[in-house]
């Protein structure tokens, strides 16, 4: 099976215009380097540059929670517990 890059993801235009959240996190991570790209670039207005960092900020917490949820699948496989319970997910307790 091929890897998916960035690259051919992008030349698909698989995720152009889809809510994050119905993104996969890769999607997601390829689509913020899209717009980091292009807001360093600087050749963007002021309102797309706004809308931009708007999506820039939903695709990061949307990629959060699904880093969020592996987390907790992995803790759960690892305590060898199948009946144990999804619970939220907080890093400062670590």
Not at 10 to 34: A, D, Q, V
Not at 50 to 58: A, H, S
């Amino acid at each position: 099976m091929a890897a998916i890059t960035c690259v051919t993801l992008i030349s698909r235009n698989r995720y152009r215009g889809k809510k994050p959240e119905n993104l996969t996190f890769e999607e997601s991570l390829c689509e913020l380097e899209r717009i980091v790209s292009e807001l360093e670039q600087g050749d963007v207005s002021l309102d797309d540059a706004l809308k931009q960092f708007e999506r820039g900020i939903k695709l990061v917490r949307n990629s959060q929670g699904k880093l969020e949820q592996a987390q907790q699948k992995v803790a759960i496989l690892m305590a060898d517990d199948e009946n144990a319970p999804l619970t939220p997910f907080s890093p400062e307790a670590e």
